[in-house]
Structure formats: C-alpha cells, structure tokens
C-alpha cells in the first residue's frame, strides 16, 4: 500500500503521514477497529501532502484542510445501499481494490461499504475540477461525487462491537487509469476559460484594473500549482497574461510556484523573446 495521510479522528483539526505496510494493512483490514462511535475511528486519505501547508499553531502541525493535500494515490468511495458487495465486485472484477463493510453495515438497510482503488498514476488535486470530477464520476456513477474531493477522508475499518457483522475483500487486478496527462489537460482548458471569463468581466467594470486582476489571479494558480505541473502551468499561465497584453516587469514580479523559483526567470525571459 502507498503512503497516507492520517486524521487521527473525525473532529481532529490536524493530519500527518503514516507509513502503512502490506502486513499491517492486512491486519488493520481483517481485525477492524471496534468502537461504539465512528467519530473515534482513524480516517486516511492515500496520498501526498501539498508542497506548502498551513500548519496548525495547536498541535503545530499540518491543518486538517483541503488545500494541504497535494495528490491522491488512490480512489476512495462509499456505497450506501446503491447496490450489493456481490453486484459491485461482478462490475468492477477487472481492477484491484480494497474493500469492507461500514461502520452501519446491517444496521441500516443494505449494503453498506467503501471501497479503494490504488491508481496507476497519482492524480494532483489542483486537477480536481469540475470536468474531471465529472470524468471520474462516469466510473461510479452510483456513487456522490464528494468522494472525488481532494479531502475526502475515509474512515479505517471498524465495527461496533467485537463480534458486529462484517466482511472484507482484497481482490487483485489491474490498477485503476485515467491517463494523466488528459485529466491535466482537461483542468487546464476549464481553468483557462475561468480566467479569459473572469478577465472580461473585470475589463467590463473597471478596464484601468484589468491587468492587475489578471495578475492576482494568475498568481493564485501559482500558489496552488503542484509538482510534476509547474512547467506546463507557468508556460500556459504567462503566455495568456503576454497576449493579453501585461509587460515584462508585471510578470517577472509575480511569485513563481514552489520549487521553480530558478526556473522561473529563465522562462518568462524565453517567452518573452518569442513575441
């Protein structure tokens, strides 16, 4: 199994990474926690952590929030009583998973169970818009898609007493692919269309204030780009904000993504020269 983030309970405002071995996931997946309150039960996200985070002044470590984590290595969603464990697993017989039952399983009516799904590839939140959750839902479509938010934790197996019902499946098969390199480029289309929607608008309000909009804006995408997308992010980024028209000293003064601070100049300088 990948590495994962941890919340150590539903109400914790802080995560931190947990090392989860073959043999202890077996362990954890096969002898579920027992508590009478799910609120009590550890919650993980399969995953990084983003490059920067905002850390808790309590516990002085990374906030529980959605924008501290960077990338998911596997999928997570929830069945509740859309259909059986035996309907899913005839569905879905091709890829690998990990599944068991919920904390409400046999409580409420029918099956109640979650499920994950390792990935092929990593897929970076910053990725997670609109359109590509929309990707992702067709391949559940029974399923809300809140479980393709960059933070949906999934609580860790466990029941309500020592001998509540329950029932696990580790099945092998293929990982899971959306082809990466689409789901980016998917985000970016939307995104770039939010921004050209977004700067006409101010253009319409205020066109003396449309530069440095722009320039705000761009710099948010900056500050949420993730690695392994720095490049392509910057070269779409300054390209839009040179045909719109901002100058040189405008764009060299934004801050650059973390990690392509070096980068950066070289960029822009060579972007620059091909007007």
């Known amino acids: 199994m990948p590495t994962a983030l941890l919340k150590p309970h539903q109400y914790s405002t802080y995560m931190k990474y947990v090392n989860i071995t073959k043999e202890s996931w077996d ?3 096969s002898h579920p926690f027992v508590t009478p309150n ?3 039960a550890p919650l993980l996200i399969w995953g990084r952590m983003a490059d920067i985070v905002e850390i808790d002044p309590v516990y002085n470590k990374p906030r529980c929030i959605g924008t501290n984590v960077g990338r998911m290595d596997c999928i997570q969603v929830d069945y509740d009583s859309v259909c059986s464990i035996e309907e899913f697993v ?4 091709r890829y690998a998973f990990q599944l068991y039952t919920s904390h409400s399983y046999t409580f409420k009516p029918g099956d109640r169970f979650r499920v994950i799904f390792p990935l092929a590839e990593p897929i970076q939140c910053s990725w997670l818009v609109r359109p590509v959750k929309d990707i992702l839902w067709k391949m559940f479509p029974e399923v809300d898609t809140t479980c393709f938010d960059k933070a949906h934790w999934q609580i860790l197996p466990c029941i309500r007493y020592s001998e509540a019902p329950y029932r696990f ?3 092998q098969g293929e990982r899971l692919s959306f082809k990466s390199d689409k789901l980016e480029d998917v985000a ?7 921004h050209w929607k977004k700067a006409i608008a101010e253009a319409d309000r205020d066109p003396s204030a449309n530069h440095q909009g722009m ?7 900056f500050d949420g780009t993730t690695e392994g997308s720095r490049d392509k992010t910057v070269y779409k980024e300054v390209m839009w904000l040179i045909d719109k028209g901002c100058d040189y000293n405008e764009v060299i003064s934004l801050r650059p993504p973390v990690g392509f601070e070096q980068d950066y100049i070289r960029k822009v300088d060579r972007l620059f020269g091909m007007r």
Do not use: A, G, T
């Open 188 to 194: 970016m289309e939307y995104k770039e269309s939010f």
């Open 215 to 221: 320039l705000n804006y761009v710099q948010k995408v």
């Open 38 to 40: 799910k609120d009590e």
């Open 27 to 29: 362990k954890l997946i």
């Open 90 to 93: 005839k569905c879905y017989h």
């Open 169 to 171: 499946l580790q099945h």
